[in-house]
């Protein structure tokens, strides 16, 4: 099947109009600068590649990987026949193929034929590894003064990719072909190619060719020249990485956890065949742990609530349920007359043959919405949806053997804009043998030193089960699933209160708010005990669902009969215990760690309070030990703990060191073996303010500091740098609007000052204004989520969503992974580049013994002054790729040699 290529500028619909408007602008913008060369966009002057040939329908020509090509770069001058190309094993390498028509373009095939060596006895070759068809994204705020309006080359669209974990043989590689048409006409078609050598390919010289057919005759024939080199590139680069990915689910529409993980794993393939880390390759997968402390346990025989002095303020609900299938404990629920004969032989007591345990059904939090000002909050409304973190304390009010009363007193401690400190009494009402408790407010302060208005507040319920029917009426919400054959409903019902239980489409966890609209306001201090609130019923019932509506009003009307001969009961269990599954955590990191490769990955567990206690002071600080202790010991036991860091806390400002001083300080006593990340962007880099407490300083790129950082390794911490919204030109960045070498040649910076690591803040912030979805498809600038301006072409973007478009909530889901960038392909180029003066000096002091290795050490030498030759400082730094191919072609030619150095031969 033939599909058209893009320009970047013309698809169908409506994408035509959008179209035609951004070439209006592009040439309205350039077509005066256009008189004069000088004055040319710089992406539009050309001056490098190597023409192939001129036909009838089309120019050809080629260019290295490391430039960028817009939709009017003129055909070069020069002529090179075939393409040149070089490349070590386990390494990737990349160039451009570049069509200008002069009509359109039918029926074009591309065949890529396999590489064959010299030797016919060679049984592995380099592969044919991605064909990308080059988009263009529209610039219309430049970035600095390197930028200009227009249209840019950097979405990277998939035509042909190879399966990196498929075992490729010579017999087992087939030629590789696309076809297309190409309607626009004297704009450049460009396609981004990659050449991948498996570790098994021997060295030498490979030949191959690209056939480009229009109709039945074959064009034009491009011979492909590789040389691989006697240089193995690990799987695990030397330079680590974090790098920020997330799904944006309004490109995507996900409804479930399998969904989720699914289009993860795509999102992961793609940072590792681009060599990069995430910062948690788990994200769908997280260590699932529980921390009971002491509790009590209120009971109404039926229903069980738990309620856990280290809980941020929820209660646990179970459920008495019979043990063995087929036996019924709950007559009055209208079910067989065989259930009640069963009940009546027993006297009315479940007793011997009925065995009954408790099960999970949920979770009972009380929540507020409040409303600050205009500004903060949720994208900017002001209003917060506010929980609590500890319980305070629950006291008896009333105790028999047919009624249970409790207060429960919650609290948030903590305060922060449009989620403010407040304390609240619930009462707790239970009546032995019914299948719910009451719960109504009695009272709420506002605890902060800021006021804030109740909008209203929720009784929260949360579900124990795997993706139920949600019902919601005037007067109840509720879940209903099945149970062991039976149906089980849970939810609430009560009137003055509206229902919204239902299932989350992006995570398909169940959440259910009962809401109540209130509206006043709480200055610092003040106290509402209102009179004659509303009691809303929690409540779990084995129900058929044609009997709901009438138990659920029965319910409400309080006229559903308890059991007889049952009572309530309070208990206390003092044991603090934790709990942990590893399960899903595991079948994740074995795949991203040992078989992915990635470098690293961020581990942070820092839960606000622990117990009610404040973090980081020493009760919190105890608990988290303890918290702590297993994970870390799971994680060395699967070889993961040193991969590990906590970034826990991004570019703090001096007014926040005392408390960056604190926590780290914490987490060398709870997080052994774990290095502890800090970035920073207001001072020179690594900072004595931190010293004895940071493992991995991470400067942004202008301040980094070369001594202190010399003097940081040598006490064995790490040094990696970032870049993000800034430095701006003239130092090197990943800006859409930019030379393609400046996303290269920062990596050759990093060999040059002895780095171990490299940090991107996002590779998918889609968002803009108040945090409203913006899409990179139709403009390249990335705006600040307050508000307050742009942050750059491209930043925070080095993948983009598969959906040009932002969906509808009702879209179905798109199962598809991420759309690479040219950005990202010369990431991997620089962190490639990187690998290869590593291995160059590792190589150098394993031969620093041998006398006669003198020459080569030499040569040596000379190669790794390539990066003073490339590199002057900083912001001056070499601008012409074809120079820094020459170093790199100096640098692995010296590489081999040292690798085929035998101290034996050279004494003879």
Request: glycine share 6%.
């Amino acid at each position: 099947m033939q599909v058209p290529l893009l320009s970047g500028r013309c698809q169908k619909g409506q994408d035509w109009i959008r179209c035609v408007a951004l070439t209006v602008t592009f040439f309205l913008v350039s077509g005066v600068t256009a008189m004069s060369d000088d004055k040319r966009p710089w992406i539009d002057q050309g001056g490098f590649g190597y023409a192939i040939s001129k036909e009838p329908h089309f120019s050809l020509w080629w260019s290295e990987s490391t430039y960028k090509i817009s939709p009017h770069t003129p055909v070069p001058s020069e002529q090179r026949p075939s393409v040149e190309l070089e490349a070590g094993r386990n390494e990737w390498e990349s160039f451009q193929l570049v069509f200008r028509p002069h009509q359109s373009l039918r029926t074009v095939k591309i065949t890529f034929t396999p590489f064959q060596a010299d030797s016919s006895e060679i049984s592995r070759c380099p592969l044919w590894a991605e064909v990308f068809q080059v988009q263009f994204v529209p610039v219309t705020i430049p970035t600095g003064n390197q930028g200009d309006p227009g249209l840019y080359p950097d979405p990277l669209i998939p035509l042909h990719l190879i399966e990196l974990d498929k075992d490729y043989d010579r017999n087992a590689v087939k030629p590789i072909s696309v076809s297309f048409y190409y309607p626009d006409t004297d704009t450049n078609l460009i396609l981004y190619l990659s050449v991948f050598v498996p570790k098994s390919v021997p060295p030498g010289l490979y030949q191959s060719s690209i056939r480009i057919t229009i109709g039945q005759a074959t064009a034009v024939s491009l011979p492909v020249r590789l040389r691989v080199y006697d240089v193995t590139y690990p799987d695990e680069p030397p330079l680590r990485t974090a790098y920020g990915v997330n799904i944006d689910n309004d490109f995507h529409r996900l409804q479930t956890p399998d969904q989720f993980r699914r289009v993860w794993d795509l999102y992961m393939q793609t940072c590792r065949r681009f060599r990069v880390s995430p910062y948690t390759p788990y994200e769908y997968s997280h260590i699932k742990w529980t921390m009971k402390g002491p509790t009590t346990v209120l009971s109404n025989w039926v229903l069980r609530l738990a309620v856990d002095r280290f809980s941020p303020g929820s209660v646990d609900i179970s459920m008495r349920w019979p043990q063995k299938p087929g036996t019924h404990i709950t007559p009055y629920y209208g079910l067989s007359l065989k259930s009640l004969w069963k009940f009546v032989l027993h006297g009315g007591l479940l007793i011997g043959p009925v065995r009954s345990s408790w099960i999970p059904i949920g979770s009972y939090t009380f929540l507020l919405e409040t409303f600050e000002k205009e500004g903060i909050g949720y994208q900017g409304t002001g209003i917060g949806w506010v929980g609590p973190e500890k319980i305070k304390s629950i006291n008896i009010v009333h105790r028999s053997r047919r009624e249970l009363v409790a207060d429960l007193t919650v609290a948030k401690v903590t305060s922060q804009a449009a989620a403010r400190s407040f304390e609240a009494t619930i009462r707790l009402s239970l009546t032995a043998g019914l299948p719910y408790f009451q719960s109504r407010l009695l009272r709420l302060a506002n605890t902060d030193s800021t006021p804030w208005t109740l909008n209203g507040y929720f009784h929260l319920v949360r579900a124990e089960s795997e993706r139920p029917e949600a019902v919601n009426t005037p007067n109840y919400g509720l879940w209903l699933w099945k149970r062991k054959e039976h149906p089980l409903a849970f939810g609430g019902a009560g009137s003055a209160f509206t229902y919204s239980l239902r299932v989350n489409p992006e995570t398909g966890g169940q959440h259910g708010d009962i809401y109540r609209k209130v509206g006043i306001t709480l200055q610092p201090g003040q106290v509402w005990e209102p009179e004659n609130e509303p009691t809303v019923a929690i409540f779990a019932l084995r129900a058929k669902k044609e009997k709901i509506d009438s138990l659920a009003s029965k319910i409400v009307d309080g006229t559903v009969k308890p059991l007889r001969r049952v009572k309530t009961s309070v208990g206390e269990e003092r044991k603090t215990t934790f709990r942990y599954d590893f399960s899903d955590f595991d079948k994740a990191m074995s795949r991203y760690l040992d078989q992915f490769h990635f470098t690293s990955f961020n581990l942070v567990i820092l839960p606000p309070t622990l117990a009610g206690h404040p973090q980081f002071s020493p009760e919190y600080n105890e608990i988290l030990q303890q918290l702590m202790k297993p994970i870390l010991d799971h994680l060395k036991k699967k070889g993961w703990l040193k991969k590990a860091y906590c970034y826990w806390v991004d570019e703090p400002l001096p007014e926040q060191y005392e408390f960056v001083r604190r926590g780290m300080a914490t987490l060398k006593q709870t997080y052994p073996g774990v290095r502890r990340l800090l970035t920073n962007y207001v001072e020179k880099f690594p900072s004595p303010n931190f010293y004895g407490l940071v493992d991995l300083w991470v400067p942004i790129l202008s301040q980094f500091d070369p001594e202190r950082s010399k003097e940081r390794q040598m006490l064995g911490e790490e040094i990696w740098w970032y870049v993000c919204t800034g430095p701006g030109a003239p130092y090197p960045n990943n800006f859409i609007d930019h030379p393609a070498i400046t996303h290269r040649i920062r990596y050759w910076m990093a060999a040059k000052w002895n780095l171990d690591g490299d940090l991107y803040w996002s590779m998918t912030y889609y968002r803009g204004a108040h945090w409203k979805p913006r899409n990179p498809w139709q403009d390249g600038q990335s705006e600040r989520p307050d508000g307050g301006g742009y942050w750059g072409n491209g930043d925070g973007r080095l993948l983009y969503p598969p959906s040009k478009e932002i969906l509808p909530p009702d879209a179905p889901p798109v199962l598809k992974g991420p759309y690479p960038s040219l950005r990202l392909a010369q990431i991997r180029e620089g962190i490639e580049d990187y690998t290869t003066i590593w291995l160059l000096r590792k190589k150098v002091a394993e031969l620093q013994k041998h006398p006669t290795a003198a020459p080569l050490l030499t040569q040596s030498q000379n190669a790794l002054a390539a990066l003073d030759r490339l590199i002057r400082s900083m912001t001056d730094y070499e601008r012409d790729p074809r120079k820094l191919y020459q170093e790199r072609s100096l640098i692995l030619k010296t590489l081999e040699a040292l690798n085929q150095f035998s101290p034996r031969q050279a004494r003879k």
